[in-house]
């Protein structure tokens, strides 16, 4: 376990591991591009960030409990804090070739050069949040 910055560093690692994943199924996407009958996927990366800003943010203590009359029982609490499993989907709507393979590698590389930009900015976020929290520390040992 390390040293805890901050819920919005967790959520930005979380974020930078779903780019990461999409990173991977788009090239995979372009490996497969003369694949007979592949259809491209791709990561619905909005609604993993939201389920995961969900689970930093949302004030707990207010939940109630599910009741066990023994110990045998399951406690009916889904535990998905370590959980980076993004939903995928088959991205569809582009036309088929003839051999049944439907990647664009047009659209393939435009998603492609989005992740990667995205996926800079946030490593320059958090990188900026880990200077930020080194210069609180720095300036608390001038202080004492």
Request: hydrophobic fraction near 35%.
């Amino acid at each position: 376990m390390g040293l805890n910055i901050s819920r919005s560093h967790d959520l930005m690692q979380s974020a930078m591991d779903y780019r990461a994943a999409r990173q991977d199924m788009i090239a995979s996407n372009i490996a497969n591009a003369d694949t007979p009958n592949y259809r491209p996927r791709d990561i619905r990366f909005e609604e993993a960030l939201a389920q995961k800003s969900a689970e930093l943010f949302t004030d707990k203590t207010n939940t109630l409990a599910m009741t066990q009359t023994s110990s045998a029982h399951m406690s009916g609490f889904n535990d998905t804090t370590n959980s980076t499993n993004a939903t995928t989907f088959f991205r569809d709507g582009h036309m088929a070739r003839n051999d049944g393979n439907s990647v664009d590698l047009d659209v393939e590389s435009s998603e492609m050069a989005k992740n990667a930009t995205m996926f800079n900015a946030l490593t320059a976020a958090i990188k900026k949040d880990s200077t930020i929290f080194k210069s609180v520390i720095d300036a608390s040992s001038k202080t004492s």
